[in-house]
Nanobody, 129 residues
Framework: VQLQASGGGLVQAGGSLRLSCAAS????????MGWFRQAPGKEREFVAT?????????????YYADSVKGRFTISRDNAKNTVYLQMNSLKPEDTAVYYC??????????????????WGQGTQVTVSS
């Protein structure tokens, strides 16, 4: 299984970007997916996560870091094996390399990077003031 992230770029403050993360593998719908970001000199931090199917309830449920709640939306298209991160009202402090991650058979919310099994290569998001 591999993850391929794309969609980063340079945008002005207040603008929007949509990141995509395409996964290989036939059981994508069962993966919990997450987005993390890492700014220069800082730790990699949690951004958003979406549950996989397979649990008793909540497949597709989402959870966000407080810093992005109300501005970012994580979603998934299981038919395309792709997870998205729609980022609106971007701020300069959102500037970072954004990584997608997968947790096999992920039926809960996972906010710790060590809970993920697989990582994409990262895509740069730069927000100018």
């Amino acid at each position: 299984v591999q993850l391929q992230a794309s969609g980063g770029g340079l945008v002005q403050a207040g603008g929007s970007l949509r990141l995509s993360c395409a996964a290989s593998g036939r059981t994508f719908s069962s993966y919990a997916m997450g987005w993390f970001r890492q700014a220069p000199g800082k730790e990699r931090e949690f951004v958003a996560t979406i549950k996989g199917s397979g649990g008793t309830s909540g497949g597709g449920s989402t959870y966000y870091a407080d810093s992005v709640k109300g501005r970012f939306t994580i979603s998934r298209d299981n038919a395309k094996n792709t997870v998205y991160l729609q980022m609106n009202s971007l701020k300069p402090e959102d500037t970072a390399v954004y990584y997608c991650a997968a947790r096999y058979n992920g039926i809960y919310f996972y906010v710790n990077r060590y809970e993920y099994d697989l990582w994409g290569q990262g895509t740069q998001v730069t927000v100018s003031s």
